[in-house]
């Protein structure tokens, strides 16, 4: 009291002073001080009712964000939860940071003072760039930092920094540029390949799909039957009748460069003519001329040199080969020469002996080699080539001929096709694409 010590709490008994004021104080270690000054009267008892509070070290600080983004308070690089944010901080220097998964502040430097109270406020800025990327021509590439992202254009939220961008499209040298995005900042990097480096030729495109539409001509022989020759003394033999096929052929592939994979189509019509003959009378004469529709389909492969004008190409593929046969002028008998139908007003008489439209589908083989001409690829060519197809059809038969020796007969009658049937020719045609 007034400066005294005057004993510890609780006190034994009350103090008697002077009337008048009086300073009155309580302390404790680590508590808070209390001072009051007190007046008192003629034969008053005063009762004081002290509590203390703890003894305050620190200062207050208060920080927010100032957008109130979503980020968290690091006081000496130690999280010490979300914005805003309010607690006692030691006296002394200190560094304030706000950070989140997207925003973050710069460092800020503050001086504590025991028991201020001090007000901070952050800004917390992305803590990317962002970059947009645009290139000529549309279709070209986009590759940053080793990563693919797409054609045309391209924009995203980056890492500050240097960024490596190539633009690239096949047939193009590729261009290259360096661009460095500041954090929070929009950069823009309009790339024009075409003309991006001086003297920049375009070269032909390989890779990709293509067609081909052709006609092919072809010529080619396959074994039948010729029936007997009595007056020259011939037996019934299997011989090679001379072919012709007109086809209409159709190709579809995707080309990985000199080499590609392609799907064949094909529609053939054609006709297959044996001489005539005559027993030694001279009275029976037989001829076989018959016509036959087919096709083929397959899959197979091509090789393709690569020039921007001039190409060299051959395919091969193997598929299935569907035919029908029609009979023209079947087996007949009469009194006629080898080279008409009548002598002497006398035409040939007797039956047709050969089967109605008989048929088959046997495996087959196609190919070609040729060369294509046209000003770049894509695009379109003259194609100009020779075509050959292989096919392997069975037996095939007319009605039996009692004159047909064995073993050309059977109880199915006698064979009409035999063995492979081959054909080569020439082909013109266009092809498109790559």
């Not at 080619?220 to 209409?248: I, K, S, W």
């Not at 036959?292 to 091969?316: C, D, E, N, Q, Y």
Request: negative net charge.
């Amino acid at each position: 009291i007034d400066g005294k010590e005057i004993g510890k709490t609780p006190l034994d008994k009350p103090r008697r002073v002077n009337l008048g004021s009086h300073a009155v104080k309580v302390t404790k270690t680590d508590f808070e001080t209390f001072d009051k000054e007190v007046n008192i009267g003629s034969e008053q008892a005063l009762v004081l009712d002290v509590k203390l509070d703890l003894e305050v070290t620190d200062g207050q600080v208060s920080v927010r964000e100032q957008s109130s983004r979503d980020v968290h308070l690091f006081v000496d690089g130690q999280d010490v939860g979300a914005l805003p944010w309010s607690g006692g901080v030691q006296p002394g220097d200190h560094t304030l940071e706000a950070k989140g998964s997207k925003f973050a502040s710069d460092k800020t430097r503050i001086k504590v003072v025991r028991k201020q109270r001090l007000d901070v406020v952050l800004d917390a800025t992305p803590i990317t760039g962002h970059l947009r990327i645009s290139v000529t021509p549309s279709n070209a590439k986009i590759d940053m930092d080793g990563a693919d992202h797409g054609t045309g254009q391209w924009e995203a939220d980056v890492p500050p920094g240097s960024h490596r961008i190539t633009v690239s499209l096949e047939g193009y040298p590729d261009a290259v540029r360096e661009v460095t995005v500041e954090r929070g900042q929009l950069a823009v990097a309009e790339i024009p390949l075409v003309g991006a480096i001086s003297n920049a030729a375009r070269e032909p495109v390989y890779k990709g799909f293509y067609g081909r539409w052709s006609t092919p001509f072809l010529f080619g022989f396959g074994t039948g039957y010729v029936p007997p020759d009595t007056q020259e003394g011939r037996q019934g033999t299997l011989e090679r009748g001379f072919y012709f096929n007109l086809a209409m052929k159709l190709q579809m592939g995707r080309s990985f460069g000199w080499f590609g994979i392609e799907g064949v189509g094909m529609f053939t019509f054609g006709g297959r003519i044996n001489d005539q003959f005559k027993d030694a009378s001279g009275f029976a004469q037989v001829k076989e001329d018959y016509a036959f529709g087919g096709g083929f389909f397959g899959v197979g492969a091509r090789a393709t040199s690569k020039h921007p004008i001039l190409r060299l190409t051959a395919g091969l593929a193997f598929g299935a080969s569907p035919h029908q046969i029609f009979t023209q002028e079947p087996v007949k008998y009469g009194p006629c020469d080898n080279n008409s139908s009548s002598t002497t007003g006398t035409s040939c008489s007797g039956s047709p002996s050969t089967a109605s439209k008989p048929g088959y589908t046997s495996f087959a083989m196609a190919g070609d080699v040729g060369i294509l001409i046209g000003n770049g690829s894509p695009g379109a060519k003259l194609w100009i080539g020779v075509d050959w197809y292989l096919d392997f059809p069975p037996d095939l038969f007319v009605q039996a001929d009692p004159r047909i020796p064995a073993p050309y007969t059977t109880n199915g009658g006698a064979i009409m096709l035999h063995g492979p049937q081959f054909f080569i020719g020439p082909t013109l045609g266009v092809g498109f694409g790559h």
